[in-house]
């Protein structure tokens, strides 16, 4: 397992980055200004993008892996890749979700714990409603974690 920094031609991975934000424009909100790192087994499996916040604070934006391989510890081999890599510029990393159990435990799992919600995010930033199988996503759900 390698994972790389990927620094030119991030939009070669917009079909990873549609699966955890499906909506195209709001990806090319953060993906020009984030670090956009590729996890390879023999194959590409996951990606992530972590942006700066402030000089204290970065978040994970987005962070995706094939259907086909989610459950096999790709996603939380490359967030623990990421905590090591930002823990010397960072001292908090910050995600945010809907509101949707399975994902929310996963990060928990990760080492993150809930921080604070924003109301109405997903139906006042995207243009249909956004559902995690058949949970309406409505606001953002924010996790921390210190690294």
């Known amino acids: 397992m390698k994972i790389e920094k990927i ?5 070669q991975f917009l079909d990873l980055l549609l699966l955890a934000d499906e909506q195209e424009d709001m990806i090319d909100r953060y993906l020009p200004g984030g ?33 086909k391989y989610q459950g096999q510890g790709y996603g939380r081999a490359l967030i623990n890749f990421i905590f ?9 990393m910050l995600v ?10 996963f990060y928990e799992s990760c080492g993150f714990e809930k921080s604070h919600r ?20 409505v606001d953002m759900i ?3 974690k210190d690294l």
């Open 7 to 11: 620094i030119e031609n991030k939009k």
């Open 35 to 67: 670090d956009l790192f590729a996890l390879y087994d023999d194959d590409l499996k996951s990606v992530c993008v972590v942006v700066p916040v402030n000089s204290s604070n970065c978040e994970l934006k987005n962070i995706a892996t094939y259907e």
């Open 84 to 92: 090591d890599f930002y823990k010397n510029d960072y001292q908090t």
């Open 96 to 105: 945010g979700t809907g509101e949707t159990p399975a994902i929310l435990s």
């Open 118 to 137: 924003v109301k109405n995010f997903f139906t006042d930033n995207y243009d249909h409603p956004m559902f995690e199988g058949d949970i309406q996503l």
């Open 142 to 144: 924010y996790l921390k």
